[in-house]
Nanobody, 119 residues
Framework: QVRLAESGGGLVQPGGSLTLSCAASGIAYGIKTMGWYRQAPGAQRELVAS???????NYADSVKGRFTISGDNAKNTADLQMNSLRPEDTAVYYC?????????????WGQGTQVTVSS
């Protein structure tokens, strides 16, 4: 079975940096996309950043220039480097991967890791 392990969350001060890591295990088929989403209290879950197997990236407008997503196809991992963190970045961050299974695409979610930005 496919599982995603997330790590790197925690408490940081405004302006600080944090790196989130996601490792996928049990992948028997190719990963199409890996990404990070977040959900703040009272808000909808939103895409933060994603990266395709080909290296194409996509970012939410609110994090452009501050966050960087990177992936390692050989290791099935995706890291999210977060710089210049703001209190509004506080949320539970979830790793997601879209994999190909035959002609189908399947999305798998991690359990989430808390990021709190506060002084």
């Amino acid at each position: 079975q496919v599982r995603l392990a997330e790590s790197g969350g925690g408490l940081v001060q405004p302006g600080g940096s944090l790196t989130l890591s996601c490792a996928a295990s049990g992948i028997a088929y190719g990963i199409k996309t890996m990404g990070w989403y977040r959900q703040a209290p009272g808000a909808q879950r939103e895409l933060v950043a994603s990266i395709t197997a080909g290296g194409s990236t996509n970012y939410a407008d609110s994090v452009k220039g501050r966050f960087t997503i990177s992936g390692d196809n050989a290791k099935n991992t995706a890291d999210l480097q977060m710089n210049s963190l703001r209190p509004e970045d506080t949320a539970v961050y979830y790793c997601n991967t879209e994999i190909t299974v035959g002609i189908h695409s399947v999305n798998v979610w991690g359990q989430g890791t808390q990021v709190t930005v506060s002084s």
